[in-house]
Structure formats: C-alpha cells, structure tokens
C-alpha cells in the first residue's frame, strides 16, 4: 500500500522541525549496549565535529495484535545523514517479536548549528505512520596543520624531490581548536604504494582542546617521475604530490685492459681481459670496441675482428667483482688481421673510459701454405701450358701490400738446382692491381705454372722467395 507524500510536507510545514507522535502500534527505541530507550518525537544526535562521525542503533517494535506485521515503508532523509545497516534486505518485511534494528550515520559535511533529517515509516495497515525528527549539529573538526598554517580543503600536500630507494617524511598535525574532546576520524590507507601514513593519529585517539594527533606521510618513490595520491580525513580530502628523482649512477672503478699475442705482429690471435683496481660496487654493463687504422697509404681489414665478427664485445662486472666476464668467459677473442697499423681497444664502464693500442708492424710476407704440383691440367690458351709442367701455389698474406719481386727455385733428388733456376719474377704490377681490388685485407694467392722440357720427374722439390719493403721472406722446401 502506497502513502501520499504530501502528507509529511504538511507535518513539516505545520510542525516546523517537530512531527507528530508515534501510533500506537508502532514504537521507535535506541539501542545501546543491549539497553532500549524510547524514542519521542524528536531525537537529538548531538553535536558531531565535521570530518568525524556518529553512528545510531534504533529499533523499531510492532506492539499490536496482529499475527504478522509488516514494515511495508521507509524513509530517511537530511544532509549528513545515511543508513548504514538494516535488519532487512527489502520491504515489505515482517516484524520479528524482537523488532527490527537499523543504523543512522551522521556525518555533517559543514559547520552547522542545526541539521534536521526526517525519519517516516509506516506498517501493514498503512495508518500506523511514525514520523520522527533527526537533530544534529555539525562543529568545528580537527585543524591539520603544515608547517603550522592550517590546510584549506582539496589542497595540494607537496612532499618535495625524493631519490628512488629513499624517503621523506612530511609531518601533519591534527589539531583540537574546539572546546570539546574530538576523536581522530578513520583515516583510509593511501593506494599509492609511493605513499605511506604513520603516526599516532591512525589508531582514532580522542584530542582533547588545545591538544594535537600526528599524522606522517611517508614519501618513498618507486619509480623517477611525478607521483600522487589522494589523502582522506574524514569527510576532508587533500591531494599527496611527490616527485621521484632517479638514484645517480654508482662510482665504478676505472678498469684496465690487458691484451695477450703470442706475439705483437699480424695474422695473429689473441685475447683480452678486463680488470678492475678494486671490486666493483654494484652489477654494471660496459663494452669494448675494437678499432683499426691502417698504416699510411693501407686500406682497411676486415679481418681485423673479435671472435664472432664483430667490432664490439659487451661484458659485465658483478658487485664484489674486480674481473669482466665476456658472456660468462674471462676474455674476449681477437684476430689481428694482414695489414699493418694499429689496433685500438676501447672500454667504456659506467662513466669510464679507457683504450688500449696494439701496434702491428710492417713485416715481411707471411707464407701460410704451398703446394707443389706436376703435369696439372691447364687451358691450353693460357701462357706456358704444355703437358709437361709443374705447379706451385703459394697461400700468404703481406701486411705492407708492397710484394714486388718473386724468386722460383727448383732442385732434383740431390739438391742441385734445375736449370734454368733461379727464376726471377717481377710481380709488382701484378701484385698492385690484385690489392687494389682486394677485400681481403693482405692475403693473397700466388699461382705458378711452369713447362717442363724433359723429364720432370726429376723436378722433386721447389722454394720461392718473395721481396716486399719490409724484406725478403723464403718459403720451406715444397715438395712434389
């Protein structure tokens, strides 16, 4: 059964903040502690700081005759007030013999002599309406102070630059300015993780006038960069601001490098380690670059490398640690390369940096490999090709891109020389035009063939000799 509303304007235009008086069938009570106190047709919730609160328990009894009883209506309505718990889910619901129990939470939102609220219900029959006036009065709450000037509502806390992995601690005071003994209100814990409350202020004491409760805010950045929160005192809300500034990087020793050859010349392998004068103070990455320059007049080798093909190699050092590792190994590997100049190691570690030179001099020609061949098949075009001859093939590399002439020399079973040996080659121009052309630093590939009159099987070994500027380089007896 629904009730006209009309019928409470009339009351509260008639009556002012008073309403009529309860039926007869229907009874309101307070409850506190298990102890009923009856309800007229006023009640007054007292005077309650704004940013704290009071809750009410009230009770309504059936007192008729009725087998069962419903409260079919309810209604509660006045700035500051809410309901914060009910016997029943929803209505129409029957009234128990113990009677039906519901919460009012007064929170005044401002400072206010009177704030009225309005408390209707009604039964089964529908003229059993109890109306009944709600009477509280917001005062003046707790003042936060910082830096002793008291904080406006909605205003910005600013808790300062603080490096990653430290804090700072912005320090409210929550102070009692009334004549009456406040109570702290709950104080919600922040969301952020940047933020944290201490103090005493969290476990809700009672201020008495003239006296303060500390609330510290905790400022402790997880991450560089801008970082709020949102602070809530009762009924007041106050914006947390911060800024994370990133930890300075950590002082690392200055490494040095160490480079071991078997020796100092081309076509060599070799390694490098990284050391440090005193162990690292925490896990850094660094890398090294490996860069060749040419002597004056030489062209660039590719051969110059780190093991892998590259021209970097990263390592890390480990707190603790006074070594690099390179991917888990002590040392990094190398190759010097065909082409004199000058290998420079750089190391960059934190806000270090230092190089290594290795100098490779010029030097005679290098012969890695020479075969020695007889009656090779030939194109029959091509200079000297005959069915009778001997090959030589000689694998080497001239560091100096300089190789100029080219002695041949031939001996029988007995060491004497083949006639007409020596032979002498000039292969300046030859040698010029094949690295001019060359990418592969001074590694070249010398093909001979010589005809034979005769028997060349008496043709049993060879040897050449190869003159570039740095001298003359003569290759072990080949065999055939």
């Keep these: 059964m629904t009730k006209p509303g009309a019928l409470l304007l009339l009351w509260a235009a008639s009556a002012g903040l008073l309403a009529p008086s309860a039926s007869a069938q229907l009874s309101l009570f307070t409850v506190e502690n298990g102890v009923e106190t009856p309800v007229g047709q006023a009640y007054n919730v007292g005077s309650v700081a704004v940013g704290a609160a009071e809750d009410v328990v009230f009770r309504i009894k059936y007192t008729g005759s009725s087998t069962t009883y419903y409260l079919t209506h309810f209604s509660l309505a006045g700035l500051g007030y809410s309901l914060a718990a009910t016997d029943w889910k929803t209505l129409p619901a029957v009234f128990p013999a113990a009677g039906l ?12 002599v009177t704030l009225p609220a309005t408390l209707y219900m009604y039964g089964t029959q529908g003229v059993d309406d109890t109306s009944v006036t709600l009477l509280g009065a917001g005062i003046p709450g707790l003042t936060p102070l910082l830096n002793n000037q008291a904080l406006k509502a909605g205003q910005t806390i600013q808790c300062g630059s603080v490096q990653v992995g430290s804090s700072r601690t912005t320090k409210l005071m929550l102070v009692n300015n009334t004549q009456a003994s406040l109570t702290v209100p709950t104080i919600p814990q922040l969301s952020s993780a940047d933020f944290s409350l201490t103090g005493a202020a969290l476990s809700g004491p009672t201020v008495a006038p003239g006296v303060s409760a500390e609330l510290d805010i905790v400022f402790a950045p997880s991450a560089a ?21 990133a930890a300075p990087p950590p002082v690392l020793p200055k490494p040095s490098l160490q480079v071991t050859l078997p020796e100092t010349a081309s076509a060599q392998q070799g390694t490098l380690t990284i050391s440090l004068p005193e162990p690292s103070p925490a896990d850094a990455p660094g890398t090294v670059t490996l860069a060749f320059q040419p002597a004056s007049g030489l062209g660039d080798d590719p051969a110059v490398m780190f093991a892998g093909g590259t021209l970097s190699a990263a390592f890390t050092v480990t707190a603790g640690a006074s070594t690099a590792q390179f991917s888990g190994a002590p040392s990094a590997a190398f190759q010097t390369g065909t082409t004199a100049g000058t290998l420079t190691f750089t190391a960059v570690l934190g806000s270090n940096t230092v190089e290594y030179n290795v ?3 010029p030097a005679i020609i290098g012969i890695d490999a020479a075969v020695a061949q007889r009656d090779v098949g030939c194109v029959t075009s091509e200079i000297y090709c005959t069915t009778l001859n ?4 000689i694998n080497g590399w001239d560091n100096t891109r300089t190789a100029s002439q080219i002695v041949f020399r031939f001996y029988t079973a007995s060491g004497a020389l083949v006639s007409p040996s020596p032979i002498t080659v000039d292969g300046t121009s030859s040698f010029q035009q094949y690295f001019a052309g060359s990418q592969l630093g001074g ?11 005769g028997d060349a099987d008496q043709v049993v070994a060879a040897d050449v ?6 001298g003359q380089a003569l290759s072990p007896k080949i065999d055939f």
Excluded: C, K, M, W
């Design 101 to 112: 129990d519901f919460t009012v939470h007064f929170q005044p939102p401002e400072v206010a």
């Design 443 to 453: 590694v070249f590939g010398l093909h001979a063939l010589f005809p034979i009159t």
């Design 465 to 470: 000799q190869i003159v570039n500027s740095a």
């Design 359 to 361: 100098p490779i001099a």
């Design 390 to 393: 001997v090959e030589l093939q």
């Design 225 to 245: 960069g801008n970082r709020t929160a949102t602070l809530t005192i009762g009924v007041l809300t106050y914006l947390l601001e911060g800024t994370g500034v």
